[in-house]
């Protein structure tokens, strides 16, 4: 089975909301977020905007800006661990 693009940019969208709801839950669970994992949450978030945009006009462009910002993401976690 092959997914859409439009499929694959919802799938990469829905998974930096999952990962920032569940960084959100966990602060308020009590757990104090490092400044690493702030940083972190930045580029999730650029990535759910730029998911959201596809949706209303899908471009190449935006589907490769959305992987790079959750490739900074990656990043700065390699860099955290």
Partial sequence: MTMSRTQLV???AG???LLL???FLFQMMGYAPCKLCLWQRWPHAV???IG???L???SRILALLGGLAVATSGAIG???A
């Fill in 56 to 58: 209303v006009i899908p």
């Fill in 10 to 12: 919802i799938t990469a």
């Fill in 78 to 80: 390699l860099y955290h």
């Fill in 15 to 17: 998974g930096s909301v």
């Fill in 52 to 54: 959201i945009a596809f």
């Fill in 21 to 23: 709801g569940g960084a």
């Fill in 47 to 49: 990535a759910v905007v």
